[in-house]
């Protein structure tokens, strides 16, 4: 174990850099200043950069031996979920602590110990002159709370980089490194219906006047996917079979029926566990997550509340897609219903397993971990990948958390194997991205 590398990740996690709920502002300011001056000390340039009272985004440079070498982008976060509730911890959640081979701590593998050793070891290389390719360090301090700092910082940057690399992803298992090249797109609502001034009594009114649960109920039969999950045809525009090369990818993966059964899902029907990963990686689908309405007594409720998502397929555009959820929903509210949507969403993103970027990276983690690495969809959303794509640079999109690790929950933890893997990992992905073809960035 790298003992340097362990006690300055240590020094960053006791920063109690929460951005969620109440932000501790103080120890966000402070954990963006301490990752600047970790590039400043090997050599480099590094501001906090601010963008509409946002909190501050590490921007940073290290120059590569070589002037005409390519251009890396790195890309990690430094703000932490809140860490209640506190009674969870089995201890302090900012004072690390080891146990059993794990670092306990909020932000020990989301993001904070999954990201450090990538900038470490560029750190590393520039001061002993021996950084290979020029790396653009860009560390956020708005990834929890889905801030929107880092995307109009993407859309006005001009320079660019050949490639990115994002240490926000985990292994496939514990045995299998993973890049991710898929990730699908949302569209959350937030759906509040109206049909009153307040609730009546279900006796005196009930037949007569309209029931806002039972709006939002026909609201959601009109979106509801079939039940083989999949969603209606008009929300599918786009989808597109995933390339013979992840298929076998996945062929490689922990099957279906345990990822189901190590959460305690039920399939949804007899071919979920076997269709899994197309499924979640390179399909849409769309969940109601929450409704809120009336009482437990006899009352005709005025307003119901309902929140849905929609995850869209990787090459979904969510131009296309949103308006045609919208309109469903909309169409079926009868006339007399208020309706107010509200809500976030984010794009989705593929890249090429045939790149010469992705090639370069998987060779890189093979060697580093011993380990096959395998190409991976996820069926979650990471906007910044999105808004990587968008400005025309490859990501890979790796990193060494495990189910186990408990982000977002009390008693987070980081394998100090996995921090072990994330070192090697960054050494051979920096040296083999000097064999990138560059675009002059």
Not at 235 to 242: D, T
Request: net charge negative; hydrophobic share 40%.
């Amino acid at each position: 174990m790298n003992q340097a590398l362990l006690d300055e990740l240590i020094e960053w996690l006791r920063i109690p850099s929460v951005s969620t709920g109440e932000p501790d502002r103080e120890g966000l300011e402070r954990a963006a200043t301490w990752a600047a001056e970790r590039v400043r000390a090997a050599g480099g340039t590094a501001e906090l950069v601010r963008i509409e009272g946002g909190n501050p985004l590490v921007v940073g440079e290290l120059r590569a031996v070589r002037e005409d070498a390519p251009t890396v982008l790195i890309y990690g976060h430094y703000d932490v979920q809140g860490p209640e509730p506190l009674d969870g911890w089995a201890s302090p959640p900012f004072e690390p602590t080891i146990r059993g081979g794990r670092l306990y701590a909020r932000g020990a593998a989301d993001d904070k110990g999954n990201f450090y050793p990538l900038l470490r070891v560029a750190c590393e290389l520039a001061r002993a002159g021996e950084l290979p390719v020029h790396v653009r360090v860009l560390i956020e301090g708005e990834e929890e709370v889905g801030g929107n700092s880092v995307a109009a910082w993407l859309r006005q940057d001009e320079r660019g980089a050949d490639v990115a690399i994002v240490f926000d992803g985990g292994m496939a298992d514990a045995d299998t490194p993973a890049i991710t090249v898929g990730l699908r797109g949302i569209v959350q609502l937030n759906v509040v219906v109206r049909v009153g001034q307040r609730d009546l009594h279900s006796g005196m009114y009930g037949g007569s006047v309209l029931n806002a649960l039972h709006v939002v109920h026909d609201m959601i039969a009109a979106v509801r996917p079939g039940p083989d999950g999949r969603v209606r045809e008009e929300l599918r525009a786009g989808i597109e079979e995933p390339p013979v090369a992840e298929l076998e990818s996945w062929k490689r993966l922990k099957p279906g029926a345990e990822v189901l059964a190590e959460v305690g899902g039920r399939p949804l029907d007899a071919n979920a566990a076997r269709d899994y990963y197309p499924r979640n990686g390179a399909d849409a689908s769309l969940d109601v997550n929450h409704v809120e309405a009336g009482a437990p007594r006899t009352v005709v409720p005025a307003e119901a509340r309902m929140t849905l998502s929609l995850r869209l397929a990787p090459r979904q555009r969510l131009e296309e897609i949103e308006p045609v959820l919208v309109k469903l929903l909309r169409d079926a509210a009868p006339p007399g219903a208020e309706v107010e949507m509200s809500g976030h969403h984010g794009e989705p993103a593929l890249f090429d397993v045939e790149s010469p970027a992705l090639q370069l990276a998987k060779r890189a983690l093979d060697r580093a971990t011993g380990m096959q690495t395998a190409f991976v969809r996820t069926g979650g959303s990471i906007p910044v990948v999105a808004d990587m794509a968008a400005a025309g640079i490859p990501a890979i999109v790796s990193g060494f958390t495990l189910p186990d690790d408990a982000f977002h929950a009390p008693n987070e933890s980081y394998e100090l194997r996995s921090l072990e893997l994330g070192e090697a990992a960054a050494r051979e992905l920096l040296r083999a991205l000097a064999d990138l073809p560059t675009g002059g960035a």
